[in-house]
């Protein structure tokens, strides 16, 4: 049986493209301690997606105010 190279490699940009077409989240909590007493707490949540994609969810999820009523 013989190996196949494959030519279908991703460039940079493709791989860029792709996270920001469907989103990205990584959510992260992390504690140091020593005997006991806490040292230092991270809790990070990090979100990267285009603007489009992110107004998206924020709508859905009710996180953008629908201004349908203007002052004029």
Do not use: F, P, Q
Not at 12 to 39: F, N, Q, S, T
Not at 53 to 58: G, Q, V
């Amino acid at each position: 049986m013989a190996l196949k190279k494959s030519t279908d490699a991703s460039s940079l940009a493709e791989v860029v493209d792709r996270i920001l077409d469907k989103g990205i989240v990584i959510d992260a909590y992390a504690i140091v301690a020593l005997v006991g007493i806490e040292l230092l707490s991270v809790e990070a949540r990090v979100v990267i997606a285009s603007v489009e994609r992110w107004l998206s969810y924020a709508e859905a999820v009710g996180l953008v105010a629908d201004d349908t009523t203007t002052a004029v």
